[in-house]
């Protein structure tokens, strides 16, 4: 690796993990205005639900263009190629971006977390009901469309929302215990990823407690039946007022 490209990678890295924690607010906010929907649902306040789903999806694609500006930051050490000319990374970053972008499923009213804060909003009067034109099978497969890969811990068997001490590898995105993962990680040789089938081989310095796994184990939590109601929800009911003044 040249000097350059060491450089660009340690920059990337100091970028990717501040624009991570911006990520990790955004996705905190758009929680938050789901537990404020489903509260305004149930005290019949249906035009204030209206209002916050506008505001949810403008903020779902500001959420987009952040993930993938973050993870354009952390590909662009690979892409860059050393010239003799200077190299335009306005450009390169760009280019970068759109790729991901271009290559992402969710966009627009199919972002599973538009869904997810409909679906949340419907079963306050409907709950195990499908959402109007939609079929029960749709229901499963988007309400399970989530970035947690595994539910539960393959080293210890413990659902991923009891674990005391999560980590999340890097390269795999599969989940476990951080005291358990490490052991593996010291004793197997090689220590590949204990998820059936999962090719990867696992790093102490790749397997982390990233910014977004707290937030997804919470919203997995919440989602189950016995986890109805939502705590620390910011409050936000100003922005509401203001608009019907």
């Not at 393959?154 to 991923?160: A, F, R, Y």
């Not at 397997?207 to 936000?236: F, G, K, W």
Request: aromatic residues 4%; contains cysteine.
């Amino acid at each position: 690796m040249s000097s350059v490209t060491a450089k660009l990678s340690n920059a990337a890295n100091v970028a990717s993990s501040d624009a991570q924690a911006l990520v990790a607010e955004m996705r905190k906010a758009i929680g938050s205005m789901k537990s404020l929907a489903v509260d305004f649902e149930k005290d019949g306040k249906s035009d204030k639900v209206k209002k916050l789903e506008e505001m949810v999806l403008e903020m779902v694609a500001s959420y987009d263009d952040c993930m993938a500006l973050t993870q354009a930051i952390k590909d662009l050490p690979g892409v860059y190629q050393p010239s003799d000319q200077p190299t335009d990374f306005e450009t390169l970053m760009e280019s970068e971006v759109n790729k991901i972008k271009d290559a992402s499923s969710a966009s627009g009213q199919n972002h599973p977390l538009i869904r997810q804060f409909r679906e949340s909003v419907w079963n306050v009067h409907h709950a195990g009901q499908p959402m109007p034109g939609e079929e029960q099978e749709d229901v499963i497969m988007t309400s399970t469309q989530m970035s947690i890969l595994n539910v539960t811990c393959p080293l210890t068997g413990k659902p991923v929302i009891e674990l005391a001490d999560p980590v999340r590898c890097v390269d795999c995105k599969h989940i476990y215990e951080k005291g358990p993962v490490m052991h593996y990680i010291r004793t197997k040789k090689p220590p590949q990823c204990p998820i059936a089938g999962c090719p990867r081989v696992l790093q102490v310095g790749k397997v982390v407690c990233d910014p977004l796994l707290l937030i997804e184990i919470d919203e997995l939590r919440s989602s189950e039946p016995a986890a109805q109601n939502a705590t620390n929800i910011e409050d936000v009911t100003d922005l509401l007022d203001e608009d019907e003044e």
